[in-house]
């Protein structure tokens, strides 16, 4: 036999986890865009040191949010259920 569980609606809880990591990818671009020159002429030594940075800090705030997210999401259902 199997049981069926109680309907749930998302609480404000599970709204703000979802949004937030989108939210702070872009914030993360943003800040660090600005230093992208400086940090350029400081590794200007280093062989690709152009596909290295831009890459890195383009990518890697977003890159960082999509694998954290699931661990927000559990976080977020462990909240609500007890």
């Known amino acids: 036999m199997t049981s069926i569980a109680p309907a749930r609606e998302a609480g404000r809880l599970q709204g703000i986890v979802l949004l937030l990591p989108v939210t702070l990818a872009v914030m993360g671009v943003i800040v660090l865009v600005p230093v992208v020159p400086q940090m350029m002429a400081h590794f200007a030594y ?37």
């Open 46 to 82: 280093v062989p690709g040191h152009e596909y290295l940075l831009q890459g890195g800090v383009l990518t890697m705030p977003a890159l960082f949010m999509a694998l954290s997210s699931p661990a927000g999401g559990e976080v977020s259902c462990q909240h609500h259920t007890t």
